[in-house]
């Protein structure tokens, strides 16, 4: 009850595009009789969550934030929902999202921007000398960061205790270091993506949103797994994600990735990443300058990759399977152009160009295969390291604090996207583990977030060292 009256006065932040209350208040009875009758209780019982709007969801609408996918209902749950449902979750609604997860604002989706809870925290506000004001004053709000920016706004709101994202290029850890939450992407094939609508299927991943690094484990220790649905999970059995109070960090050895010190990083990231490094080096943990020298290269690398896959999967939005159909007749290819004319927005439009480009049969080789290969050199670069002895690595999550939406959108949002995911894309393209916890607040009374990221499928160890951290 709380956490839906929550979702109500929050409401102006956009972060839910369906809020599934019924749904929620018939769950929350049945755990409550769950819990009077002394049945055993899930790990999740009882305990609001939400999803964002590109998991599928059974009789609940799952739109992407795309006019595509409006008033789509799938007749199924993805796997993670699933797994969440039978564990006791609650679920609270769908969250907003950039449409089809392609952005890094939560600005982009046709249900408007999702708008930072702390763009109206008394600390901000103070710092900014703006008066007190209502829900309505429509400027110099911050944005969320995104691609799931409603997830990381929906669980620094309290509207839920945890929240599902994906993560494809830092969605779900570039708006958890903007809303001072735990973003955490599992090593790739760790957790199921089906029912996940995808973006770019190599590099796509459930991500987990909470409040502290112990809920993440414990929601990862839900969803991790086989999926006999998604042939890119583990066979092995998951152990679970209790995590273990480090006292010592003594036998730690915390790798710095000197690329990571880019001229587009705001002094106040970089004086807040060397102090967390600073404190490990006190508490004894060992502490070195590492190198990723391909690392210039992960950016362009990405673009070709990502469009590439998009540009294949989003060919499956024709109009006649799902979602939106224009009534267009004369053939059937137009009916094809105009239906994805109207379903998509121009960021998605243009990766599909771009995608198609890079995928002709003149260009497959100079620029596919060529991408594949970097690929394969960056995600070296990181084995190069750990093999050397490094048990993480510590770097920022963004370049900076959350900007002002005005801001933000000034910018072309193709560059935009780019540019920020300079910390976070090369551990999708390497299929690692990463996490982002808030470290401190800015000057300007922000959070601001540092990332950890592990070896492949070391998610325990990732954690236990974020949540020494935290
Ligand atoms: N910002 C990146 C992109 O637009 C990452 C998106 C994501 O992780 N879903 O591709």
Redesign the pocket.
């Known amino acids: 009850q709380k956490c839906l009256s929550l979702i109500k006065k929050t409401k102006f932040l956009n972060a839910y595009i369906t809020v599934s209350e019924e749904v929620a208040l018939k769950q929350a009875e049945e755990s409550e009789e769950r819990y009077k009758k002394g049945h055993s209780l899930g790990d999740l019982d009882g305990i609001p969550v939400a999803v964002k709007d590109n998991f599928s969801t059974s009789g609940i609408e799952t739109t992407c934030a795309s006019n595509m996918l409006k008033g789509y209902v799938p007749p199924y749950n993805a796997t993670v929902v699933q797994k969440l449902l039978d564990q006791g979750a609650l679920l609270m609604g769908k969250t907003n999202l950039?449409e089809f997860?392609?952005?890094?604002g939560s600005t982009d989706g046709v249900f408007g921007p999702v708008k930072n809870p702390w763009s109206y925290s008394k600390q901000y506000r103070e710092k900014r000398k703006q008066k007190p004001h209502g829900e309505n004053e429509e400027t110099n709000w911050l944005i969320t960061g995104?691609?799931s920016g409603g997830s990381a706004a929906a669980v620094s709101a309290f509207t839920c205790f945890a929240a599902l994202g994906?993560?494809?290029?830092?969605?779900t850890r570039n708006p958890a270091a903007h809303c001072g939450v735990v973003g955490l992407k599992p090593s790739y094939g760790l957790v199921s993506r089906h029912g996940l609508i995808p973006?770019v299927n190599s590099m796509d991943v459930p991500g987990i949103l909470t409040r502290c690094v112990d809920d993440a484990a414990t929601v990862l220790g839900v969803l991790a797994g086989h999926d006999c649905k998604d042939s890119t999970t583990v066979q092995d059995p998951v152990k679970s994600f209790i995590l273990p109070s480090l006292t010592d960090v003594s036998k730690l050895c915390i790798g710095i990735p000197k690329e990571y010190l880019v001229p587009e990083l705001s002094s106040e990231v970089q004086s807040l990443w060397s102090k967390a490094a600073k404190l490990f080096e006190s508490e004894g943990a060992k502490v070195i300058e590492v190198s990723l020298p391909h690392t210039s290269y992960s950016i362009v690398c990405y673009h070709v990759l990502?469009t590439s896959e998009v540009a294949s999967n989003m060919a499956r939005f024709d109009g006649l399977e799902y979602g939106h159909r224009c009534d267009i007749n004369v053939s059937t290819e137009a009916m094809y152009a105009a239906t994805r004319r109207e379903g998509f927005n121009d960021v998605v439009r243009g990766r599909i160009l771009s995608g198609n480009f890079f995928l002709l049969k003149e260009n497959y080789e100079n620029y596919f295969i060529k991408a594949q290969k970097v690929r394969r050199l960056i995600a070296n670069d990181f084995v190069n390291v750990f093999n050397s002895g490094v048990d993480v690595l510590l770097t920022p999550t963004t370049l900076s604090e959350a900007v002002p939406y005005v801001e933000f959108i000034k910018e072309d949002n193709r560059t935009r996207?780019a540019q920020?995911?300079i910390f976070t894309?090369a551990v999708?393209m390497a299929g690692l583990p990463a996490v982002s916890v808030p470290m401190a607040l800015s000057n300007q009374g922000l959070p601001i977030g540092l990332q950890f990221i592990g070896r492949a499928f070391c998610d325990q160890q990732l954690l236990t060292v974020a949540k020494w951290f935290e």
């Open positions: 950039d997860a392609m952005g890094s995104g691609s994906s993560d494809t290029g830092g969605s973006l990502c996207s920020g995911d894309q999708n």
